[in-house]
């Protein structure tokens, strides 16, 4: 039961194989059974999962059910619940209990979905390897020893190690791509505007966008088609109309264009991912596409404008947490100067707090123009490098990321080389463009993630790439050893 | 030393929309405390805002009463600092790309000149919350219900250089945000507030003195007072050979001086930039015009239409023009009594006053335009006397009921009847053996003015219903008839 997809799921619960209740209650045994060696999940919702599960099955009984009715998903912990803990991995957040859904998660009920818990994540999303967690680092199933990758990490190693059939997850600079590479599983980032971010936790507005973690590209569409949409209450949503990303999966790929960038094969390239990489796009010409080599050429500047851009947004978007209306306050605060930065010192970690100072300081008066300014006109050049390339080609591919999943420890120290990590999973979102990552190979028996970039709004034609490339090759169906 | 004061103010005008700026809160005053704050309102983790279009139809409006540039993309932004009544930690506003860039308006001086004074620009934020120090000993509470209230805030050039001026163009304003509708420019429940800022300067110099804000001033009669003791002060501190620090001070109205809340150096820094929640607010031509045609008569325009229509003084139409509500009362009061001049000096009289006395606005006035104007037909039609009319106009304002009801129910119809008023006239005559003889002894020129004293008599005895017009012919005749 374990090793079916959402897909097979849907259809034995359409064929009453078994039933919503029996499924749930053997994932919920297999989290309390396993999660300990992973950490994936901070909070496990078992009534809420039975008691949406035995409302599925009763759906089902009468013919009311849609297909996604009696599906379980984990919801990474940034989606708010309404009476459910949404801690955000934070300290500051640990006794916060929203009175509302995010619209994600009004979507998953709506859509008959049973949620079994909230899955651990970077604090406050702030991180690529889920080692800032206030609730300890999840670790990557194919070796408890490495990191799964982050700030999605809990959702990627639940995925991974069978823990859930599908998670969501968000993602500001490679934070769904990045993890799934790590941890062997396919992941899409949306365009910037598809899903509604209503209820998300910010961390940098204008970069962060939520989206499917799964096994498959038919299970990331069949996510999609519950989460995408315009959303009045999310103004930057966009009033996209959205197709059933299921529809395009089967179209051959003759014809298609791969634009392969020169600057996401750098010297410095793990040899192995390289390697894994360069055997995929040989599988995908072997499916009749033709590759181009390409240029974008503003890929360095990615990392320093968004270490500028993503820091001033998050020291804005959390100053709300001051100690005054709700989640942690400092004990026996004497003056209110002494209440902020008590509770702000004391209930954020230190990878949130080098990322306020960072953002403020280049917000300040007199240092505006020198950075957050000119991040900006980068940004406008990286968009337009990927919109003159994508007038080129269909899609674009490259490595996720430039290692595989490095061990718990390594780069914590070290937070450049940590945001080194996502050189190539930045740009997307400072472009706002859709990206998939999409399991490739393996070296030394961790997994390595190929990555597929499209246009904007392109969601089908992405999943339609993937999904042609899962029907060639089983390296989305390995597993950790021990599963 | 000839002193010149440089003023200019910024006003924060509440629009008065239904709902919040940014959420679906309602924004009506004097709820208890937080049973108007939404979850967006008290910055929960997660939520977003969303722009209140009825608030961008206001700015617009008031862009074009003062004939400004309307910004075809206007850009909210974040103004980022901690307070505890101000939930998200930045308040959004606009600060480089407003709704509304530069206007002007003209107010009229004392000597009835005009003046323009530029407006800089105006721009859409939202109100913060309230900090409640009294009710809770040794404790702050916060009422987030004013939190997001939209607000304008209309920021004016350096033009102004009196006290009185400062008023003249704060009234204008005030006058002009009512009129259109967008502000209930309620003073006391802090709709309508000013921030004052002031230099002075040798007289003839043209470089500006270093300034000092007055914040949050909440009367006319308080600008007034803070802007010229704010004035004095600077005076005083250079000629005493101090200099001025640029700095943010508080009015106290019980001491009715400023007082230094923060200087320059621990001012804020802002850290301003763009709000990546809201989308920019992009205007087209047709929109614009939409919002003109359904721009109401303005305060000047209908200045002028009085003068024009109602044949009113200069200063009459100012009055009855500046307020819409006023100026519509007045209008139906004409109308209705077909005498403006008459109209008009009951409504800035006898009407003006109650509402004074009363702490009352002319839109709860407790007696309708209707019920004044059905009053003053009485006193056009001789049924009754303008002294017996006031004394209708308070049983009205205290008890209700019409012009009619009351002068039946009181018995206070005009005494018409020409015999009636001989047998009193004869009366009086007869008990004034030394006024007659005096009268007889007068000029004739002079006597018209010895009548006062037999009128008074004749209204006494009359219990103030008689005819005064009648009284005066009927005394003057049978009088001179005892001359012959």
Known sequence: ?483 | MQWEAVIGLEIHAQLSTKSKIFSGASTAFGAEPNTQACAVDLALPGTLPVFNEEALRNAVKFGLAIDAEIGRTSVFDRKNYFYPDLPKGYQTSQLFHPIVGVGHVDITQDDGTTKRVGVTRAHLEEDAGKSLHDEFPGMTGIDLNRAGTPLLEIVSEPDIRSAKEAVAYARNIHSLVTSLGICDGNMAEGSFRCDCNVSIRPKGQEEFGTRTETKNINSFRFIERAIIGEIERQIDVIEDGGRIVQETRLYDANKNETRSMRSKEEANDYRYFPCPDLLPIVIDEEYIEAVRATLPELPDARKARFIEQHSLSNYDAMVLSADRNLAEYFETVATACTDAKLAANWVMGELSKLLNQNDTAIADSPVSADQLGGLLVRIKDDTISGKIAKQVFEVMWSDGGSADEIIDAKGLKQVTDTGAIEGIVDEVIANADKQVAQYQAAEPDKRGKMLGFFMGQVMKASGGKANPGAVTSILKQKLDALCD
């Open chain 1, 1 to 483: 039961m374990f090793d079916k997809t959402l897909a097979e799921l849907a259809s034995g619960l359409e064929n009453g194989d078994f039933s919503s209740v029996e499924l749930t209650q053997a994932y919920l045994d297999r989290i309390h059974a396993e999660d300990s060696k992973y950490n994936s999940y901070i909070t496990v919702t078992d009534e809420i999962a039975l008691s949406q599960a035995k409302a599925a099955d009763e759906a089902r009984a009468a013919g009311t059910a849609g297909p996604f009715t009696g599906l379980p998903v984990a919801q990474k912990d940034i989606f708010c619940t309404d009476g459910v803990r949404t801690s955000c991995a934070s300290k500051m957040l640990d006794n916060f209990i929203a009175p509302y859904n995010a619209t994600v998660v009004d979507k998953f009920n709506n859509a008959g979905a049973v949620m079994l818990g909230k899955t651990n994540m970077d604090e406050f999303a702030m991180g690529s390897s889920n080692e800032s967690s206030f609730y300890g680092p999840s670790r990557n199933p194919w070796n408890t020893n490495c990191v799964p990758g982050g700030s999605s990490g809990g959702s990627a190693a639940a995925v991974a190690a069978r823990l859930a059939p599908a998670a969501t997850g968000t993602d500001t600079g490679g934070s769904i791509r990045q993890p799934a590479a790590l941890c062997g599983i396919t992941g899409l980032k949306p365009t910037y505007g598809r899903v509604s971010r209503f209820g998300m936790i910010a961390f940098a507005s204008s970069l962060d966008q939520g989206g499917p973690m799964a096994r498959t590209a038919e299970d990331a569409a069949l996510m999609l088609n519950v989460m995408a949409g315009f959303d009045p209450r999310d103004s930057t949503s966009m009033q996209q109309a959205v197709p059933d990303f299921t529809a395009d999966l089967t179209l051959p790929l003759k014809g298609l264009t791969i634009g392969l960038p020169k600057e996401y094969f750098p010297d410095d390239l793990s040899p192995a991912i390289a390697l894994q990489v360069q055997n995929a796009v040989k599988e995908y010409e072997a499916l009749g596409a033709a590759v181009k080599e390409v240029s974008l050429p503003n890929t360095a500047l990615a990392i320093p404008a968004y270490y500028i851009i993503a820091p001033a947004e998050a020291s804005s978007n959390l100053s709300r947490f001051d100690g005054v209306r709700y989640g942690y306050r400092c004990d026996e605060p004497v003056n209110l100067e002494d209440l902020y930065k008590r509770s702000r010192g004391e209930g954020f970690g230190p990878e949130v707090q080098r990322r306020i100072m960072v953002g403020t300081y280049a917000l300040s008066e007199g240092f505006y123009d020198a950075y957050y300014k000119k991040a900006q006109q980068i940004r406008r050049l990286i968009k337009q490098d990927f919109v003159s390339v994508l007038n080129e080609v269909d899609v674009i591919m490259g490595p996720t990321t430039p290692h595989p999943a490095f061990k718990l420890g390594e780069k914590s120290s070290d937070p450049i080389a940590m945001y080194m990590e996502d050189i190539f999973t930045i740009a997307l979102n400072l472009a706002g463009l859709p990206g998939m990552s999409v399991p490739c190979g393996q070296t030394n028996g961790l997994p390595v993630g190929l990555q597929i970039i499209g246009n904007y709004f392109a969601e089908q034609k992405l999943l339609n790439v993937a999904h042609q490339f899962q029907l060639a090759t089983d390296w989305h169906k390995q597993t950790p050893d021990g599963i």
